[in-house]
């Protein structure tokens, strides 16, 4: 590990699922809406079938998302739905509970040694709301969102402009999410990659998408790059 790892200069993180436990809300919401049907499922399965639901959907709405990117129209329907777009980037902010456990402490340590980045999926007002909520601002040299480049993830366009911004090669640069669109577009970029179990992510749909790593938590990357 150490080898593979030890020429890295810069750390890109997700944000949902990855620092901010906002996927835990999103379950535990689904599965307090659906309590209705506790009468044929124990809680446990409820939560499963919830956390099915959510990453089935997301899917969708992946490919729907990238399909409406790569076509170029993606500014047509922001400028035609432009509420709808504003109201996303409120409910970004108001779901942001709080950060996963052992956040801000790996944050601490790993600021030492690399420079850190944000690429999320966010609004530019979704990402510094997400900052600025938890006193992060320190720790992050670049900050890249959905509107950053004409394409995100998982195309490397954002992954790239990142590494670029912070003069680093994109092979010394890793990049951590919770996602299979994450870890797409660090290999898509020429990076190494991490999958996290905190967010919607599976060990077997990240595995499948060959992370370099898998980790059960974010907080054991401190321990991995030390």
Same mark, same amino acid.
């Given at each position: 590990?150490?080898?593979?790892?030890?020429?890295?200069?810069?750390?890109?993180?997700?944000?949902?699922?990855?620092?901010?436990?906002?996927?835990?809300?999103? !379950?535990?919401?689904?599965?307090?809406?659906?309590?209705? /049907?506790? @009468?044929?499922? &124990?809680?446990?399965?409820? %939560?499963? =079938?919830?956390?099915?639901?959510?990453?089935?959907?997301?899917?969708?709405?992946?490919?729907?998302?990238?399909?409406?990117?790569?076509?170029?129209?993606?500014?047509?329907?922001?400028?035609?739905?432009?509420?709808?777009?504003?109201?996303?980037?409120?409910?970004?902010?108001?779901?942001?509970?709080?950060?996963?456990?052992?956040?801000?402490?790996?944050?601490?340590?790993?600021?030492?040694?690399?420079?850190?980045? !944000?690429?999320?999926?966010?609004?530019?007002?979704?990402? /510094?709301? @997400?900052?600025? &909520?938890?006193?992060?601002? %320190?720790? =992050?040299?670049?900050?890249?969102?959905?509107?950053?480049?004409?394409?995100?993830?998982?195309?490397?366009?954002?992954?790239?402009?990142?590494?670029?911004?912070?003069?680093?090669?994109?092979?010394?640069?890793?990049?951590?999410?919770?996602?299979?669109?994450?870890?797409?577009?660090?290999?898509?970029?020429?990076?190494?990659?991490?999958?996290?179990?905190?967010?919607?992510?599976?060990?077997?749909?990240?595995?499948?998408?060959?992370?370099?790593?898998?980790?059960?938590?974010?907080?054991?990357?401190?321990?991995?790059?030390?």
């Amino acid at each position: 590990m150490g080898i593979i790892l030890s020429e890295i200069e810069a750390i890109f993180f997700d944000i949902d699922g990855t620092l901010s436990n906002s996927d835990d809300h999103i !379950i535990e919401e689904i599965t307090r809406r659906i309590r209705f /049907l506790r @009468f044929f499922w &124990k809680e446990q399965n409820l %939560q499963k =079938f919830a956390r099915a639901s959510v990453s089935l959907a997301m899917t969708g709405f992946n490919i729907s998302y990238h399909l409406v990117d790569r076509l170029g129209i993606d500014d047509f329907i922001v400028r035609t739905f432009p509420h709808k777009k504003k109201n996303r980037d409120r409910e970004s902010f108001d779901k942001d509970h709080s950060l996963i456990t052992g956040v801000e402490e790996m944050l601490q340590d790993l600021h030492r040694k690399y420079r850190l980045g !944000i690429i999320s999926a966010r609004s530019d007002s979704g990402v /510094l709301d @997400f900052i600025q &909520k938890f006193s992060l601002q %320190q720790y =992050f040299d670049v900050l890249v969102s959905g509107q950053t480049c004409y394409y995100s993830k998982p195309f490397p366009h954002p992954l790239l402009f990142a590494a670029d911004a912070m003069h680093v090669q994109p092979e010394r640069c890793l990049m951590v999410g919770d996602t299979v669109v994450d870890i797409l577009a660090g290999k898509a970029a020429g990076m190494r990659t991490i999958g996290v179990l905190s967010g919607f992510g599976t060990q077997k749909e990240l595995k499948k998408a060959a992370a370099d790593f898998i980790l059960k938590s974010i907080a054991d990357l401190r321990f991995l790059l030390s």
